[in-house]
């Protein structure tokens, strides 16, 4: 069963312009992750936020985390042509019995960066 | 550097032959994961090994999928008396500590695709 839910499910947009997608969960977690997967692709670890965290920036990528409202968001800025991916949010943590290793993926975010 | 391997990258098996997918982690990594993706999701849990103890196998669809990792390094998953809604992506994941660290970053072969005809 998917754990996160990713809005919109697809979104396109033109170089320069900034994404912005968000995941919505269900259970309490220790840490939520996003992943990018281009297409053919394995998945490639993008950033990390931990439960006690609001806000996290790596480079281009800024993502949010709200655990009142069980929501996160990953926003890129300044988007290019090589951002062309889908991105899922995946959660650990109490959803599984209490093992923190076991990642719920949602369904993911195919973005299109026009150039 | 070296990171996750898989092979093979394609496979193409008939309704009831048996598969085996491998998966070599990258080197000292503890965790080791296999993932399901079904087209236009995403990974599903497979199972979980912490070197070469399987400490979750939750995720199995049946009985006909079996997987190990006998000398805690590289791991085979395999499925035997293969059906049509096996196909998928089978995806392998390893990440650097056990259980107990829950903030790690798991790291993605680029999987098999496996067509079941």
């Known amino acids: 069963s998917q754990q996160g839910e990713e809005d919109p499910q697809a979104l396109s947009i033109q170089e320069g312009e900034n994404a912005t997608m968000n995941c919505s969960y269900k259970t309490s977690i220790n840490n939520l992750q996003w992943y990018r997967q281009n297409s053919g692709r394995g998945l490639v670890h993008l950033i990390l936020?931990?439960?006690?965290?609001r806000e996290k920036h790596s480079g281009r990528l800024r993502v949010t985390l709200d655990t009142s409202k069980k929501s996160s968001s990953l926003l890129i800025t300044a988007s290019r042509a090589a951002d062309t991916a889908s991105y899922f949010c995946?959660?650990?943590?109490?959803?599984?019995?209490?093992?923190?290793?076991?990642?719920?993926f949602g369904k993911g975010t195919l973005l299109t960066v026009n150039p | 550097g070296a990171g996750v391997s898989q092979s093979p990258r394609y496979k193409v098996a008939k309704r009831g032959q048996d598969v085996a997918l491998r998966c070599d982690p990258i080197?000292?990594?503890?965790?080791l994961f296999w993932y399901q993706q079904a087209l236009g999701q995403g990974p599903e849990f497979l199972t979980y090994?912490?070197?070469?103890?399987?400490?979750?196998k939750s995720g199995l669809p049946s009985d006909r999928f079996f997987a190990e990792r006998p000398e805690g390094s590289v791991s085979t998953l395999k499925i035997q008396r293969t059906q049509q809604e096996d196909s998928a992506v089978y995806l392998c994941a390893s990440s650097l500590g056990g259980q107990a660290y829950s903030n790690q970053p798991q790291h993605f072969g680029d999987g098999t695709r496996l067509s079941i005809l």
């Open positions: 995946a959660t650990d943590g109490f959803n599984s019995g209490g093992s923190n290793y076991k990642l719920t």
């Open positions: 090994f912490q070197n070469e103890a399987q400490l979750d």
């Open positions: 080197s000292g990594h503890v965790s």
């Open positions: 936020i931990r439960s006690n965290e």
